[in-house]
């Protein structure tokens, strides 16, 4: 069973007690957000494969990497770094502090066990297509040597994550919007060349229709890159969260709505209130992530 923890909060940069106490205990309570079930995922050395974790800030969580890699359990770091102006990543750490720390764990742990994401590609008055290459090529530069993979997609503006993006647009003074398929495939091919030039293929998630030469299909729980991250196989089914979708099965261990970097466009997160209180309310020792 590969376990992700996780593309609904960021557990490295805000759970790392809760985590390091769950790991220690062997198992973990999870809310099916969606059939309002509670089930338990075994967090054992027997019974997990790898670990694919996702992160803007994975400083925090040094100590639980190490663990992790004590016990003999391959990991991959899924780490977005976007350098986005603050009105749209309002409280992110700085790019820079974040490209260090993956050449620190690429050194650590070795190039495998590190994904790059400029995930989503937001385009609003602050981010047109300009920016995205220019800023692209900045972090693809210093992030030379750190990661192999760069996994990009466009913004899917859901309904909550268009809520946030209108009302502070408004307040902001800028504005954000949605362009045409053919614009979306003309950047991705400029960034999958910028990528090639650093050492990097650029893939896409869940967005078949705007794939262009130099760049693949990305999955992100990928059982093989964790096969080489551990030097053994590492086997899972196919099992895709959504079209197109090429991801291996996989077991997520956090909650929505918990998450408080604040990021406009996020998915995970309906209200950065509720999110903020959910941290505070937050109990480590507790088997649920969010009781």
């Not at 220690?24 to 019974?47: K, S």
């Not at 899924?78 to 990543?89: H, W």
């Not at 937001?122 to 995205?132: D, I, K, M, N, Q």
């Not at 099992?239 to 261990?253: A, E, F, T, V, Y």
Request: glycine share 8%; with cysteine; aromatic share 10%.
């Amino acid at each position: 069973m590969i376990v992700s923890a996780s593309y609904r909060t960021d557990i490295p940069a805000f759970y790392g007690a809760w985590f390091a106490q769950r790991l220690e205990a062997g198992f973990c309570r999870v809310h099916n957000p969606y059939g309002g079930q509670t089930y338990e995922v075994a967090l054992t050395v027997e019974a997990v494969d790898g670990f694919v974790f996702w992160t803007r800030n994975a400083s925090p969580f040094l100590p639980q990497l190490a663990e992790v890699q004590r016990r003999g359990t391959p990991f991959v770091v899924q780490y977005s770094v976007l350098d986005y102006p603050r009105l749209l990543d309002p409280s992110v750490p700085p790019a820079a502090d974040q490209v260090r720390l993956m050449h620190r764990l690429a050194a650590d742990y070795g190039r495998d066990a590190v994904v790059w994401r400029y995930d989503p590609v937001v385009f609003s008055s602050l981010t047109e297509s300009r920016h995205h290459v220019a800023s692209f090529g900045r972090l693809a530069r210093a992030l030379n040597g750190a990661t192999d993979e760069v996994v990009i997609s466009f913004v899917n503006p859901y309904r909550k994550a268009r809520r946030r993006l209108d009302q502070v647009a408004q307040g902001g003074g800028f504005s954000w919007f949605d362009p045409d398929a053919g614009e979306k495939r003309r950047l991705a091919a400029e960034l999958a060349a910028i990528a090639a030039d650093h050492g990097m293929r650029l893939t896409l998630c869940s967005q078949a229709e705007l794939l262009v030469p130099g760049a693949g299909a990305a999955r992100c729980i990928d059982a093989e890159r964790l096969a080489r991250v551990a030097g053994r196989p590492i086997r899972a089914p196919r099992k895709g969260n959504r079209p197109d979708c090429l991801c291996h099965q996989s077991r997520d261990i956090g909650a929505y709505d918990s998450c408080p970097h604040g990021c406009l466009y996020c998915y995970g997160v309906a209200s950065q209130q509720r999110a903020v209180a959910r941290l505070r309310s937050h109990d480590p020792g507790a088997a649920e992530l969010i009781s």
